[in-house]
């Protein structure tokens, strides 16, 4: 009567083909070791790399805590003793900066730097507080003295916990001193020894660390790793150690905890004479007045930029890695081809074939994405952990997760598809036709790769936008205005011509297989075996072509970038050096080089102790406006400076004003404003002669000061350049100029002394890069020089404008900051200069340090080939990978070979041409991907390239032969033949 309810279970169907897939995998893991191995290699080397390298540019950036950290500790407020002038307004995150809101008046009365007590009346009640008085001293160690900031006071206070770090040692007492590890080194001096400061000894009891002093170095990876010439000099003493009360101090600090100001009460504090840090304004809060709204989310916008290049990079990266993992997959796809058919006969679905795949490449990429994952923050750890010990130290341990999440996404993903791929295509042939072996694309007539050609055409049409935009922008500030569009459409022209050639590869090597029955045996063999194993050449070239592409772009990019910034000439050393005087200055009321012929016998002598020698000696000296009384160290001077010739089209029609015209700020303003939208109205080219650098980073006028000097230094400077006829024109009081643009058509050169007393102009100075720069601020008075004009030879280090004493005699001007300068018989490098220093700072001598190049810049200049260096290296391997994949894949077909009598030789050549192939069509085609749009972008922006940032890409063109070198070595001398028929 009733039937009976019926349960329903759930099929166990599926639960079964998963369990079966995954044990498939296993034992296909397990079956295949070097296989395996490789594809686990390929996924967690790179993914170890990128994430090592993330890791540790996120470290050196400090965040703005961090920043406020090394600046404050854990004091709320820092107010900093500082001169102004009436209406003066302080940037709130940096009171060094700073503009008046008032017109500046001759006899106007300044603000002075306010006095400790007037600094500790403006602490609020309550609050704490302590003092820092910073000056100069000259620290005597046990064989030579060298001057250094010394600062008092009480530093062992828990609240400068951040922003004093102490590193060896205690923190002393009254009567010991504590030094920075640099000047410890510098003065042979460790714990336990002795410096002396005025006429006493101190003990030294520890080593401090000043992290204010290397905040601003914390965001150079370089600088991290000890690359850079910085040194860290630094003493410091107790409030009430003895020498406290002698020295100068140069500026006062008071840090206050429990004290926040308000903008008005900030511009309140800068009226008397001080200037203030405050943690709130510097952690992003409150606005900055006039210097705009401060931006909490400027260094989160920073970290953005910095993660979306990375993922880029990284995209492309494992983009290359799926491409050789699929070429290794594909391989184990035909070997498993029979089993997976097997399995087929006896019912198992397709889904479940490509199930045992897939699951393959998950397991695999599984354990190299946590392999490679955990070795790069190994690696990282310990690398920020040495740097703090032994180098510059990082700014933290700043892990960028969302970047390695999406890092680790990608590799696996890549493991997966790269698995996947082969799977779906064995699992889509038909059990009989497996069984029989039947050769991949017999089943079927490969399709035309539509989406491929598709992807390519888009790719040409972006390229041809952005051209059009580029050629079509008539004025400087249309092509700025399309900048960005311009490039964005460059780079999405490249990715995706990219991705579209990678796609319709494939139909290349069968438009490139019709043509082979010209070529060699060798060559058909090669190109017939391609052809017939697309799943696995398919990949590899397709791999070289978007690493040649990537690394060709980025050695441009970063070329063009180290070009700009001066690191190719900064690397190149000169052989005339500097030598400073470190002891007191020695300045005559004289428009005379006042020579120390005594002192430049004691330089000399030391050089040649060292085994340096020279070819030539002279003195140098800067040209001042005023007077130095030596007797009483009172002085009223002002820098010369060269000046942009009143028709030089880096003008671009602006003019400095004179003092005499008493030009208002706005006036000024109305200046610069005017010559801005000039600029923006002329041709790119005008623009990139000039060097303009819009922005408030603007070259000081001091870079274009006239230097005194005689023959034999003016012979020294112009080297290969220098002419009798010039020497003779320097004798007779003509100017010798190194930039054109100083010279004016009726061959004469006019400096002037500019007028700093006037408030600072916010908007800065517009500079006109190695031409000099436009300097707004009014002119005192000027001078006229006839001029030759000579080149240097692109030594931008070196004087730019030279005049004899003679020259300037009876000028009201004299002769300042002397140096003698040295020509040795071969340039230095940094450590050597270095060395010198230690000897010569015995005579109170030091060569200047910008003569030689640091680790920085070296490093930056060898950043393009260390691309291209990586990229050969990937284009060797898929070939070293392509050609063991295809021996072992073609065993049988090279046993047939030896059958029916092929030697050696032609099996090599085989090998050589497969690889040598792969090579050749992945650097073309990866180099017109890459290097072309890049190359027509900067010629588009810049209106020029720079030819040394090419020569890095000649040594890809190579690299095929070594490819074809490794796939002719890698073939099997000795194989056992299979006669044909048997």
């Given at each position: 009567?009733?039937?009976?309810?019926?349960?329903?279970?759930?099929?166990?169907?599926?639960?079964?083909a998963t369990t079966l897939a995954r044990r498939m995998a296993w034992r296909d893991i397990n079956k295949s070791k070097p296989r395996s191995v490789l594809v686990i290699s390929l996924v967690a080397l790179p993914l170890m790399v990128m994430v090592l390298v993330a890791t540790l540019l996120d470290s050196s950036t400090p965040s703005a805590a961090e920043k406020t950290a090394t600046q404050l500790g854990l004091f709320d407020q820092q107010l900093v003793s500082m001169e102004g002038t009436v209406g003066m307004v302080q940037n709130p995150r940096d009171p060094s900066s700073w503009h008046s809101t008032e017109d500046y008046q001759e006899?106007?009365?300044?603000?002075?730097?306010?006095?400790?007590?007037?600094?500790?009346?403006?602490?609020?009640?309550?609050?704490?507080?302590?003092?820092?008085?910073?000056?100069?001293?000259?620290?005597?160690?046990?064989?030579?003295?060298?001057?250094?900031?010394?600062?008092?006071?009480?530093?062992?206070?828990?609240?400068?916990?951040?922003?004093?770090?102490?590193?060896?040692?205690?923190?002393?007492?009254?009567?010991?001193?504590?030094?920075?590890?640099?000047?410890?080194?510098?003065?042979?001096?460790?714990?336990?020894?002795?410096?002396?400061?005025?006429?006493?000894?101190?003990?030294?009891?520890?080593?401090?660390?000043?992290?204010?002093?290397?905040?601003?170095?914390?965001?150079?990876?370089?600088?991290?790793?000890?690359?850079?010439?910085?040194?860290?000099?630094?003493?410091?003493?107790?409030?009430?150690?003895?020498?406290?009360?002698?020295?100068?101090?140069?500026?006062?600090?008071?840090?206050?905890?429990?004290?926040?100001?308000?903008?008005?009460?900030?511009?309140?504090?800068?009226?008397?004479?001080?200037?203030?840090?405050?943690?709130?304004?510097?952690?992003?809060?409150?606005?900055?007045?006039?210097?705009?709204?401060?931006?909490?989310?400027?260094?989160?916008?920073?970290?953005?930029?910095?993660?979306?290049?990375?993922?880029?990079?990284?995209?492309?990266?494992?983009?290359?890695?799926?491409?050789?993992?699929?070429?290794?997959?594909?391989?184990?796809?035909?070997?498993?081809?029979?089993?997976?058919?097997?399995?087929?006969?006896?019912?198992?679905?397709?889904?479940?074939?490509?199930?045992?795949s897939g699951y393959s490449g998950l397991f695999l990429g599984g354990i190299a994405v946590l392999l490679g994952t955990g070795l790069g923050l190994l690696v990282a750890w310990a690398t920020i952990r040495w740097s703090e010990q032994f180098a510059g130290g990082f700014s933290g341990w700043h892990v960028p997760r969302d970047l390695v999440v999406a890092l680790m996404l990608l590799a696996l993903a890549s493991s997966v598809i790269a698995a996947?791929?082969?799977?779906?295509?064995?699992?889509?042939?038909?059990?009989?036709?497996?069984?029989?072996?039947?050769?991949?694309?017999?089943?079927?007539?490969?399709?035309?790769?539509?989406?491929?050609?598709?992807?390519?055409?888009?790719?040409?049409?972006?390229?041809?936008?952005?051209?059009?935009?580029?050629?079509?922008?008539?004025?400087?500030?249309?092509?700025?205005?399309?900048?960005?569009?311009?490039?964005?459409?460059?780079?999405?022209?490249?990715?995706?011509?990219?991705?579209?050639?990678?796609?319709?590869?494939?139909?290349?090597?069968?438009?490139?297989?019709?043509?082979?029955?010209?070529?060699?045996?060798?060559?058909?063999?090669?190109?017939?075996?391609?052809?017939?194993?697309?799943?696995?050449?398919?990949?590899?070239?397709?791999?070289?072509?978007?690493?040649?592409?990537?690394?060709?772009?980025?050695?441009?990019?970063?070329?063009?970038?180290?070009?700009?910034?001066?690191?190719?000439?900064?690397?190149?050393?000169?052989?005339?050096?500097?030598?400073?005087?470190?002891?007191?200055?020695?300045?005559?009321?004289?428009?005379?080089?006042?020579?120390?012929?005594?002192?430049?016998?004691?330089?000399?002598?030391?050089?040649?102790?060292?085994?340096?020698?020279?070819?030539?000696?002279?003195?140098?000296?800067?040209?001042?406006?005023?007077?130095?009384?030596?007797?009483?160290?009172?002085?009223?001077?002002?820098?010369?400076?060269?000046?942009?010739?009143?028709?030089?089209?880096?003008?671009?029609?602006?003019?400095?004003?004179?003092?005499?015209?008493?030009?208002?700020?706005?006036?000024?303003?109305?200046?610069?404003?005017?010559?801005?939208?000039?600029?923006?109205?002329?041709?790119?080219?005008?623009?990139?002669?000039?060097?303009?650098?819009?922005?408030?980073?603007?070259?000081?006028?001091?870079?274009?000061?006239?230097?005194?000097?005689?023959?034999?230094?003016?012979?020294?400077?112009?080297?290969?350049?220098?002419?009798?006829?010039?020497?003779?024109?320097?004798?007779?009081?003509?100017?010798?100029?190194?930039?054109?643009?100083?010279?004016?058509?009726?061959?004469?050169?006019?400096?002037?002394?500019?007028?700093?007393?006037?408030?600072?102009?916010?908007?800065?100075?517009?500079?006109?890069?190695?031409?000099?720069?436009?300097?707004?601020?009014?002119?005192?008075?000027?001078?006229?020089?006839?001029?030759?004009?000579?080149?240097?030879?692109?030594?931008?280090?070196?004087?730019?404008?030279?005049?004899?004493?003679?020259?300037?005699?009876?000028?009201?001007?004299?002769?300042?900051?002397?140096?003698?300068?040295?020509?040795?018989?071969?340039?230095?490098?940094?450590?050597?200069?270095?060395?010198?220093?230690?000897?010569?700072?015995?005579?109170?001598?030091?060569?200047?340090?910008?003569?030689?190049?640091?680790?920085?810049?070296?490093?930056?200049?060898?950043?393009?080939?260390?691309?291209?260096?990586?990229?050969?290296?990937?284009?060797?391997?898929?070939?070293?990978?392509?050609?063991?994949?295809?021996?072992?894949?073609?065993?049988?077909?090279?046993?047939?070979?030896?059958?029916?009598?092929?030697?050696?030789?032609?099996?090599?050549?085989?090998?050589?041409?497969?690889?040598?192939?792969?090579?050749?069509?992945?650097?073309?085609?990866?180099?017109?991907?890459?290097?072309?749009?890049?190359?027509?972008?900067?010629?588009?922006?810049?209106?020029?390239?720079?030819?040394?940032?090419?020569?890095?890409?000649?040594?890809?063109?190579?690299?095929?032969?070594?490819?074809?070198?490794?796939?002719?070595?890698?073939?099997?001398?000795?194989?056992?033949?299979?006669?044909?028929?048997?």
């Open positions: 009567m009733f039937k009976p309810k019926t349960r329903r279970h759930p099929s166990s169907n599926s639960v079964r006899g106007a009365a300044t603000i002075p730097a306010a006095s400790l007590k007037t600094m500790l009346g403006a602490v609020p009640p309550g609050a704490h507080a302590t003092a820092v008085v910073r000056g100069f001293a000259t620290v005597k160690g046990p064989e030579f003295s060298v001057g250094a900031p010394i600062s008092a006071g009480t530093f062992l206070d828990p609240l400068f916990s951040g922003r004093y770090l102490l590193r060896e040692g205690n923190w002393g007492s009254d009567s010991s001193v504590l030094l920075t590890g640099d000047l410890a080194t510098e003065l042979g001096v460790g714990l336990g020894g002795t410096v002396s400061l005025g006429e006493e000894e101190y003990p030294v009891a520890g080593i401090l660390e000043d992290r204010s002093e290397d905040s601003s170095l914390a965001t150079d990876l370089a600088a991290a790793f000890g690359l850079g010439n910085h040194k860290s000099h630094g003493v410091f003493i107790a409030p009430g150690h003895p020498f406290a009360e002698e020295f100068e101090a140069w500026s006062t600090s008071v840090f206050v905890e429990g004290m926040s100001v308000t903008r008005a009460e900030q511009e309140a504090l800068n009226g008397k004479g001080m200037g203030s840090y405050d943690r709130a304004t510097m952690l992003g809060a409150g606005s900055a007045g006039i210097w705009g709204q401060a931006n909490p989310d400027s260094d989160a916008s920073d970290a953005l930029a910095r993660i979306l290049v990375l993922f880029v990079i990284g995209f492309f990266v494992f983009l290359e890695v799926g491409l050789l993992a699929g070429a290794a997959f594909a391989v184990g796809a035909r070997k498993q081809r029979r089993s997976l058919a097997l399995l087929s006969a006896n019912g198992a679905e397709a889904g479940t074939i490509r199930s045992i996947l791929v082969p799977a779906w295509s064995v699992a889509s042939h038909s059990a009989l036709s497996a069984l029989r072996s039947v050769g991949e694309g017999a089943a079927r007539k490969p399709r035309f790769p539509v989406a491929g050609f598709v992807l390519l055409g888009l790719g040409l049409a972006a390229w041809a936008t952005a051209l059009f935009l580029g050629l079509g922008a008539g004025t400087y500030g249309l092509l700025q205005a399309r900048s960005s569009y311009i490039v964005l459409g460059f780079v999405v022209g490249m990715v995706l011509c990219t991705v579209g050639m990678m796609l319709g590869i494939g139909h290349i090597l069968s438009l490139v297989g019709k043509a082979g029955h010209r070529l060699p045996l060798a060559a058909r063999l090669a190109i017939r075996d391609i052809q017939r194993n697309k799943g696995r050449t398919v990949p590899a070239v397709s791999a070289v072509i978007a690493g040649t592409a990537l690394a060709a772009a980025l050695a441009l990019a970063v070329g063009h970038g180290v070009a700009g910034a001066g690191y190719l000439d900064a690397a190149r050393s000169s052989s005339v050096v500097s030598v400073y005087s470190t002891g007191e200055l020695d300045t005559a009321n004289t428009a005379d080089l006042d020579r120390d012929t005594a002192q430049e016998n004691v330089v000399l002598e030391q050089l040649a102790r060292e085994g340096h020698a020279v070819r030539a000696n002279s003195r140098f000296g800067m040209f001042h406006d005023g007077h130095f009384n030596v007797g009483t160290d009172e002085e009223t001077m002002d820098t010369f400076v060269a000046l942009l010739a009143r028709g030089s089209a880096c003008r671009f029609g602006a003019r400095e004003p004179l003092v005499s015209e008493k030009p208002s700020s706005a006036s000024i303003q109305q200046q610069i404003d005017s010559m801005r939208a000039r600029v923006e109205a002329s041709d790119r080219f005008t623009v990139n002669y000039c060097g303009v650098d819009d922005g408030s980073n603007a070259s000081v006028p001091g870079d274009v000061s006239v230097d005194v000097t005689d023959q034999t230094g003016l012979e020294m400077v112009l080297g290969k350049n220098y002419a009798p006829e010039v020497g003779e024109a320097f004798n007779r009081g003509s100017a010798i100029v190194t930039v054109p643009e100083f010279v004016d058509d009726g061959g004469r050169l006019t400096i002037g002394v500019p007028d700093y007393r006037y408030p600072g102009i916010y908007t800065g100075e517009v500079s006109i890069g190695s031409s000099g720069a436009v300097v707004f601020a009014p002119l005192k008075r000027t001078m006229e020089f006839d001029a030759v004009e000579v080149p240097n030879g692109g030594a931008s280090s070196l004087p730019r404008v030279m005049v004899s004493a003679k020259a300037i005699l009876g000028s009201g001007g004299f002769v300042a900051d002397p140096r003698q300068m040295v020509e040795l018989e071969r340039s230095l490098e940094s450590g050597e200069i270095e060395k010198l220093n230690q000897g010569l700072q015995k005579f109170g001598a030091s060569i200047g340090g910008s003569y030689g190049p640091t680790g920085i810049d070296r490093l930056m200049v060898q950043v393009p080939w260390l691309l291209v260096i990586a990229a050969s290296l990937l284009i060797l391997t898929t070939a070293a990978i392509t050609t063991g994949l295809a021996l072992a894949d073609g065993r049988e077909d090279a046993r047939v070979m030896v059958g029916v009598g092929a030697s050696q030789k032609t099996r090599r050549r085989l090998g050589g041409v497969q690889a040598g192939l792969v090579a050749v069509l992945g650097v073309v085609l990866g180099l017109g991907l890459g290097a072309v749009p890049v190359g027509i972008l900067m010629l588009i922006l810049e209106g020029t390239i720079d030819t040394r940032i090419l020569v890095p890409l000649l040594g890809l063109l190579v690299i095929p032969v070594l490819a074809a070198g490794i796939g002719w070595a890698m073939v099997e001398r000795k194989i056992p033949g299979t006669r044909v028929g048997a």
